[in-house]
């Protein structure tokens, strides 16, 4: 929305073409978030607490969680909110990616938030059904994975690329909209698995989607693309405003879900927050490496599976308590302490995945 008046601007001052640049463009978008984050934040947590809009908390949980219950919740909607509102401020709206990350990451918010209101509001315990859940779920993530292959104007965007390998990739064809579907769907419900401590799911988010804005960067760009031998997006580099609006929002939410938590983020934010992280992935042909970066996704969805698997065949738990987050607490890690060492691995498995930008 800006670019457009600054592009029309430009005729009368040619210091606006500096808005042209996406690096410029992404710094506005985190620093425009985060002060929307920061401003709305107050007046929301009043909101919601005015509404009774309060957390309940599970009776076989961990007992030092018994006082977070009313600790109001469906916080996400700031973040969304400030995402949005970045987004269509400083991002090119003619690029299809832009819209179909925003839509991604609003549906998906959608359904967290059918979800979040029936069990704080009414007092629905269930929330929203599960299959319920998966069908939209599955019917957002499917239309996303079918436009992409449907516009993909090269075979490179529907190739896997295998990182660390030189000129290693798998065409898929239509497997692609499967891979696509299992990405986003999946990351999704990885980040809500994870979001069960003050800060400990947001604060990943921002680092792997820093990451990912990184890569979208350079694989915007045909002369970084060719140098560092990753796939050439056109068009992709415009994420990177998205990808800063998602850290600035992001960072803002942590100013007051930081422990002890003044607001939680809700099915609104979680669902919707995997959702982008798995889109803008698959556009940059990454999803390998967001396998790695989201490490600590990846490990809370594991031990809930495994949990699952093993209580059902063997009547026996591995964990005390699954997610894996709550087995440490039940262990006598203090929250602030797995949360800490969360972020710690996370920054790690980020840094592991930026790597391999050059070992190729």
């Given at each position: 929305m800006?670019?457009?008046?600054?592009?029309?601007?430009?005729?009368?001052?040619?210091?606006?073409?500096?808005?042209?640049?996406?690096?410029?463009?992404?710094?506005?978008?985190?620093?425009?978030?985060?002060?929307?984050?920061?401003?709305?934040?107050?007046?929301?947590?009043?909101?919601?607490q005015?509404?009774?809009?309060?957390?309940s908390?599970?009776?076989?949980?961990?007992?030092?969680?018994?006082s977070?219950?009313?600790?109001p919740?469906?916080?996400?909607?700031?973040?969304?909110?400030?995402?949005?509102?970045?987004?269509?401020?400083w991002?090119?709206?003619?690029?299809?990616?832009?819209?179909?990350?925003?839509?991604?990451?609003?549906?998906?918010?959608?359904?967290?938030?059918?979800d979040?209101y029936?069990?704080?509001?009414?007092?629905?315990s269930?929330?929203?059904?599960?299959?319920w859940?998966?069908?939209?779920?599955?019917?957002?993530?499917?239309?996303?994975?079918?436009?992409?292959?449907?516009?993909a104007?090269?075979?490179?965007?529907?190739?896997?690329?295998?990182?660390?390998?030189?000129d290693?990739?798998?065409?898929?064809?239509?497997?692609?909209?499967?891979?696509?579907?299992?990405?986003?769907?999946?990351?999704?419900?990885?980040?809500?698995?994870?979001?069960?401590?003050?800060?400990?799911?947001?604060?990943p988010?921002?680092?792997?989607?820093?990451?990912?804005?990184?890569?979208?960067?350079?694989?915007?760009?045909?002369k970084f693309?060719e140098?560092?031998?990753?796939?050439?997006?056109?068009?992709?580099?415009?994420?990177?405003?998205?990808?800063?609006?998602?850290?600035?929002?992001g960072?803002?939410?942590?100013?007051f879900?930081?422990?002890?938590?003044?607001?939680?983020?809700?099915?609104?934010?979680?669902?919707?927050?995997?959702?982008?992280?798995?889109?803008?992935?698959?556009?940059?042909?990454?999803?390998?490496?967001?396998?790695?970066?989201?490490?600590?996704?990846?490990?809370?969805?594991?031990?809930?599976?495994?949990?699952?698997?093993?209580f059902?065949?063997?009547?026996?738990?591995?964990?005390?308590?699954?997610?894996?987050?709550?087995?440490?607490?039940?262990?006598?890690?203090?929250?602030?302490?797995v949360?800490v060492?969360?972020?710690?691995?996370t920054?790690?498995?980020?840094?592991?995945?930026?790597?391999?930008?050059?070992?190729r």
């Amino acid at each position: 929305m800006l670019l457009l008046l600054a592009e029309y601007l430009q005729q009368f001052h040619k210091g606006f073409a500096v808005f042209q640049y996406l690096t410029l463009r992404g710094i506005l978008g985190v620093l425009t978030a985060l002060s929307l984050s920061l401003f709305l934040g107050p007046w929301m947590i009043r909101t919601l607490q005015s509404l009774q809009i309060g957390q309940s908390v599970r009776n076989d949980g961990p007992q030092s969680h018994l006082s977070k219950s009313g600790t109001p919740t469906m916080g996400g909607a700031l973040i969304l909110s400030s995402i949005g509102i970045s987004t269509l401020l400083w991002a090119d709206l003619n690029n299809r990616y832009v819209w179909v990350v925003l839509l991604v990451t609003l549906l998906f918010g959608a359904i967290g938030w059918v979800d979040d209101y029936r069990k704080v509001i009414e007092k629905n315990s269930k929330g929203l059904p599960s299959r319920w859940k998966y069908f939209w779920q599955s019917v957002f993530g499917l239309g996303a994975a079918i436009f992409l292959y449907m516009t993909a104007p090269s075979a490179v965007e529907t190739t896997l690329i295998l990182p660390m390998l030189k000129d290693a990739s798998i065409p898929l064809g239509v497997g692609f909209v499967v891979l696509t579907y299992f990405v986003i769907v999946g990351s999704s419900n990885a980040v809500n698995l994870t979001d069960g401590l003050d800060g400990l799911a947001i604060m990943p988010t921002v680092m792997v989607g820093g990451a990912l804005g990184i890569f979208c960067y350079l694989s915007g760009n045909v002369k970084f693309a060719e140098y560092l031998l990753i796939p050439y997006v056109p068009g992709a580099g415009e994420l990177i405003v998205f990808c800063g609006a998602l850290i600035g929002a992001g960072l803002g939410f942590l100013w007051f879900n930081t422990y002890p938590a003044q607001v939680f983020m809700g099915d609104v934010g979680a669902l919707a927050l995997g959702a982008a992280l798995g889109t803008i992935a698959v556009i940059v042909r990454q999803e390998i490496v967001l396998f790695i970066m989201g490490g600590v996704f990846v490990m809370e969805t594991l031990s809930v599976v495994i949990q699952v698997a093993s209580f059902k065949l063997t009547g026996r738990r591995v964990f005390r308590m699954a997610p894996i987050h709550h087995h440490f607490e039940l262990k006598g890690w203090p929250e602030p302490r797995v949360i800490v060492r969360f972020w710690i691995i996370t920054v790690i498995l980020v840094l592991v995945g930026l790597a391999t930008l050059k070992l190729r």
